[in-house]
């Protein structure tokens, strides 16, 4: 399992990113996908999960509304669309292979992740 994300960067509040995780080394359009992000100094937190067609999509509450995510099953890729950033959701968002409702075990397979960092 190979996942590698990108697309963090500084926002200001109310800002917008996009993360993309491009995923190999299993077959990507029978998984679930997820993200889940780490503040400093705090547990890993779950944020969306996606279905392996992308006809269903789970949010925690702190992002729903705000985050989208999808998937390319072409290019076995799953993007988070970012919206409306507040200073809460700066973390280290990483993409899984895993479908996820709220506990995030440490041990999860992730990749390197990519920071987020949300400042005026």
């Known amino acids: 399992v190979q996942l590698v994300e990108s697309g963090g960067g500084l926002v200001q509040p109310g800002g917008s990113l996009k993360l993309s995780c491009v995923a190999s080394?299993?077959?990507?359009?029978?998984?679930?996908m997820s993200w889940v992000r780490q503040a400093p100094g705090k547990g890993l937190e779950w944020v969306t999960s996606?279905?392996?067609?992308?006809?269903?999509?789970e949010y925690a509450d702190s992002v729903n509304g705000r985050f989208a995510v999808s998937r390319d099953n072409a290019e076995n890729t799953v993007v988070l669309q970012m919206n409306s950033l507040k200073s809460e959701d700066a973390a280290r968002y990483y993409c899984?292979?895993?479908?996820?409702?709220?506990?995030?075990?440490?041990?999860?397979?992730r990749g390197q992740g990519t920071q987020v960092t949300v400042s005026s």
């Open positions: 899984a292979r895993a479908k996820l409702t709220g506990y995030v075990p440490p041990q999860l397979t």
């Open positions: 080394g299993f077959t990507f359009s029978d998984s679930w």
């Open positions: 996606i279905a392996p067609d992308g006809g269903r999509a």
